[in-house]
């Protein structure tokens, strides 16, 4: 795991003396009370071989600080965890449409190994195999070979480190694969595959049998919760489009046949795996791991699924609680008592939230209904000082410049105080 460095004083902190990971050790305490039922994997000996007692979580922030607990540095194979780097990886390489015309976005509400495909035999959720499976397919790559190379340096390059492949684990899912080799078949069948099936389904196994520990897990999804940069190597490993499209597929598909389930109890975008790995997403804060090998009955880590439910509920993590009041941008607004003119002060990022605040309070200010005070050929000045901004998104700027516009037919004399030309388009 790294260690935290606090910002501005340059201090280590030691993560493990840290009530974070106080808490986190907390959390694994009370799961293990609860000890929710679960199964091992069987259907290759070597997850049947796995001690069933293994519990570890760790989260990494955007900010790169990172907090673990229990067995955090046990590895495991990533299995089906590997699905939304994968398929980031083909959005990446592809663009969005030509990836969305082979595999769909459809939480398929059906288990990992369905044969799920649509009308036009196209599969319909990239986090089940039959979607996995073509995803790995778009992969460009001559070969089986060459593809599992992409595919192994993408994932280390989410992890921030050189991930292992476990030989025999990949030994046993290609010796023992042939459900995996029909659902490519049958994408291949409806030209949905992008290579033969072989050197589809061999890198496929491959990447399943990745080996990774939940400190991997957490910062290979603060990598997608950071927008696509890794935190701390600074990597820009995905475009911040396809981080957020991979997030968005982990919200309605990521938990098998109980995605709905999950977004309802615990409301981050996740992925489960078979070797009792998942990752969750809180986007733009953190990436959880967690692992714990005996499964539910839909094939998630029993107690993976009660860590984070718990932990979304005492954290407050649910991507759909209402959030909180933010920071205004708007500073101050001052009403000059001599001149009348009104200086709208606006500080740090303007998105379009900041913009509408901005654009609400300048048109009080001035009267924005016409029932102002100030109406007619009477002018007053309105400045609204842009100093302490630091960026506007396009959206912003053009919302900032048609209130510019609208005020000015209002009789107001508008200028903008933009010294670092944020506003321009
Ligand atoms: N290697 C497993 C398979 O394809 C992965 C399944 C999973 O983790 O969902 O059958």
Same mark, same amino acid.
């Given at each position: 795991m790294n260690g935290g460095e606090a910002a501005g004083t340059g201090a280590v902190i030691d993560p493990l003396c840290h009530p974070v990971t106080d808490a986190l050790g907390d959390l694994l305490a009370t799961v293990r009370r609860i000890d929710p039922a679960g199964e091992l994997a069987d259907y290759i000996p070597e997850l049947a071989r796995v001690d069933a007692n293994g519990f570890g979580i760790a989260a990494t922030a955007t900010s790169g600080h990172s907090y673990a607990a229990g067995d955090a540095d046990r590895l495991f194979t990533i299995q089906s965890v590997s699905k939304p780097f994968v398929y980031a990886l083909a959005l990446e390489a592809l663009g969005r449409e030509a990836v969305l015309e082979r595999v769909g976005v459809e939480p398929s509400g059906e288990p990992f190994n369905a044969i799920s495909f649509d009308q036009i035999g196209r599969p319909a959720n990239p986090m089940i195999n039959a979607g996995a499976i073509v995803a790995t397919s778009l992969i460009p790559a001559a070969d089986a070979e060459e593809r599992f190379a992409v595919i192994r340096a993408g994932l280390s390059a989410f992890a921030g480190r050189p991930l292992d492949l476990a030989h025999d684990v990949y030994e046993s899912e290609s010796a023992t694969g042939d459900r995996n080799r029909g659902l490519a078949h049958l994408a291949r069948a409806s030209g949905?595959?992008?290579?033969t099936v072989a050197d589809a389904v061999e890198p496929y196994f491959q990447q399943c049998s990745l080996l990774v520990d939940t400190g991997d897990l957490a910062m290979m999804a603060a990598t997608l919760a950071n927008g696509g940069e890794h935190p701390l190597t600074g990597e820009r490993v995905v475009a911040e489009a396809v981080a957020r499209d991979v997030l968005s597929v982990m919200a309605s598909c990521g938990m098998y046949d109980r995605s709905g389930d999950w977004m309802f109890r615990v409301g981050m975008p996740a992925k489960s795996g078979v070797g009792g790995g998942i990752v969750a997403v809180t986007p733009g804060q953190y990436g959880i791991g967690v692992y714990s090998p005996p499964l539910d009955s839909a094939g998630n880590s029993s107690r993976g699924v009660a860590a984070l439910q718990l932990l979304s509920a005492e954290f407050g993590l649910?991507?759909?609680?209402?959030?909180?009041?933010?920071? +205004? $941008?708007?500073e101050s607004i001052r009403t000059d008592?001599?001149?009348g003119a009104i200086t709208v002060e606006v500080r740090g990022e303007i998105d379009f939230v900041a913009a509408e605040q901005i654009v609400y309070a300048a048109m009080e200010a001035v009267g924005g209904d016409g029932s102002g005070t100030h109406t007619g050929t009477e002018t007053a000045a309105l400045v609204i000082d842009?100093? +302490? $901004?630091?960026r506007a998104t396009p959206v912003a700027a053009r919302l900032m410049r048609a209130m510019a516009g609208d005020a000015g037919t209002r009789g107001y004399r508008i200028s903008v105080r933009d010294p670092a030309g944020i506003l321009v388009p």
């Open positions: 949905m595959l992008g290579s649910h991507m759909l609680d209402r959030p909180r009041e933010s920071v +205004s $941008a708007v008592a001599a001149t842009l100093g +302490s $901004a630091t």
